[in-house]
């Protein structure tokens, strides 16, 4: 007679939500693999190829027999690349010891907050916010601290708001420019009034998520923190990757600039976790920080592009309110004002499934990064599709707004 086991979960793993935009990727997925016609307007990640000559490299590198395991963080080559962007594009400097390599910046983010945090200890997190931050900040026993950026403040917080939610539990604050899902961005000048009221908290970290920094199309040149407040380079790092602005999602490489001794304690970190990221992708990475960035430019070029034309359709629906960016690939429209008058629809979970259902688009509730009664449509698809998502979106609210 065999013993039944009762497995159980840990309290880490039970506390913690799957990511929404996985799920409602999956979820488009599974229903074209059923035969449904489906547009996916929730992926987070560029429709473009990885452009030539960064998949030639890789290339070059398997024939080369560049295929073992190297440094846990980074070859020395794509570090020195990291370096030189830095250097030339966000005239910031760094040593060779202040960088490390991951797959991906996501692990960046966690192997600093399992570096860094302990029981007891706050992030705050702004929101809207990426729908992986707190649940990060939870699996290395902190707590989020929810920190509303509103449309009253352009989604973005003030140094107001900022110094009332620090406490003496506060260990970090992350900042996301452009934002995801808003797509906002801080100016130089914006960061600086932050950074004056986080000069006067010396026990607290500050993390720049810059992902998105090749996807900005505003009329300021890019800045990080650390452009605005050099004076705060010993808390501060800079989280970045190849994945958005290269089109190159599944090459998986990040990498992460700060104090030398938080970056040691990091590899420490990823020695015991994943050790190094792959070979070959960090050959491709490096090709693609030192060669030709006019790839860069035309996917920047062609996502203002797909912007304006979905901003422009989606304010044009009844009871739908999108708000401007300068940044990213989404748009994050507020659809309480249609939801308010659907007797069957009654949150941004829902309406998100209604879409679905009636629709055949997959987009992804505002719940999810703290912004209920939004939805994030992103425009990394194609024109064609965008204008075939927008239209299946239009006629299902008209056709509802008709019967009702």
Same mark, same amino acid.
Request: net charge negative.
């Given at each position: *007679?065999?013993?039944?086991?009762? $497995?159980?979960? @840990? ?28 547009? %996916? ?39 020195? #690349? ?12 760094? =040593? *060779?010891?202040?960088?490390?390599? @991951?797959?991906? #910046? ?9 570096? &860094? ?14 729908? %992986? ?20 403040? !352009? ?37 600086? #009034?932050? =950074? ?19 996807? !900005? ?19 501060? &790092?800079?989280?970045? /990757? ?5 089109? $190159?999602?599944?090459?998986?490489? =990040?990498?992460? +600039? ?10 420490? &970190? ?10 070959? %992708? ?45 940044? #990213? ?17 009654? %949150? ?19 719940? +999810?990064?703290? +912004?209920? =009664? ?16 927008? /239209? ?13």
């Amino acid at each position: *007679m065999r013993t039944s086991i009762n $497995m159980r979960t @840990s309290v880490k793993v039970d506390q913690i939500k799957p990511s929404a935009t996985i799920a409602v990727s999956s979820k488009a997925m599974d229903l074209k693999a059923q035969g449904r016609d489906i547009i %996916s307007l929730g992926a987070g990640e560029p429709d473009f190829d990885t452009p030539e000559h960064i998949r030639e490299a890789a290339i070059a590198a398997i024939h080369a027999g560049k295929t073992r395991y190297t440094q846990v963080d980074g070859t020395p080559a794509l570090k020195e #690349a990291i370096l030189h962007k830095f250097h030339t594009q966000n005239e910031l400097d760094f =040593g *060779m010891d202040q960088v490390i390599v @991951s797959n991906g #910046a996501k692990q960046s983010l966690y192997n600093l907050m399992v570096a &860094v945090l302990n029981k007891g200890d706050e992030v705050i997190v702004p929101a809207p916010y990426w729908v %992986s931050y707190p649940d990060m900040v939870k699996l290395a026993d902190a707590e989020p601290a929810i920190l509303a950026a509103t449309a009253e403040h !352009d989604y973005k917080i003030t140094p107001k708001l900022l110094e009332n939610t620090i406490n003496e539990n506060t260990r970090m604050v992350i900042f996301n420019s452009p934002s995801n899902p808003t797509g906002k961005v801080y100016t130089e000048e914006e960061y600086r #009034a932050l =950074g004056e009221v986080l000069i006067e908290h010396p026990k607290v970290y500050i993390a720049c998520d810059d992902i998105y920094e090749h996807i !900005d199309w505003g009329s300021s040149p890019y800045r990080t923190v650390l452009n605005a407040c050099p004076e705060m380079s010993e808390r501060t &790092v800079v989280i970045n /990757g190849v994945s958005k602005g290269y089109a $190159m999602t599944g090459w998986r490489i =990040g990498y992460l +600039a700060g104090p030398a001794d938080l970056v040691k304690a990091m590899k420490k &970190v990823q020695g015991q976790s994943t050790s190094c990221a792959s070979s070959i %992708s960090q050959a491709a990475a490096e090709a693609a920080l030192l060669g030709p960035q006019d790839c860069v430019e035309e996917m920047r070029m062609a996502f203002e592009e797909r912007y304006n034309y979905i901003r422009g359709a989606l304010n044009e629906l009844p009871g739908v309110e999108c708000p401007d960016c300068d940044g #990213a690939f989404y748009a994050f429209p507020s659809f309480q004002g249609f939801m308010d008058g659907m007797d069957d629809v009654a %949150s941004d979970v829902e309406l998100a499934g209604w879409f679905l259902e009636e629709a055949g688009v997959a987009t992804v509730p505002g719940s +999810a990064f703290g +912004a209920p =009664g939004h939805l994030r449509l992103s425009y990394a698809s194609s024109m064609e599709e965008l204008e075939d998502a927008i /239209g299946r979106i239009r006629r299902a609210m008209n056709s509802y707004s008709n019967a009702a």
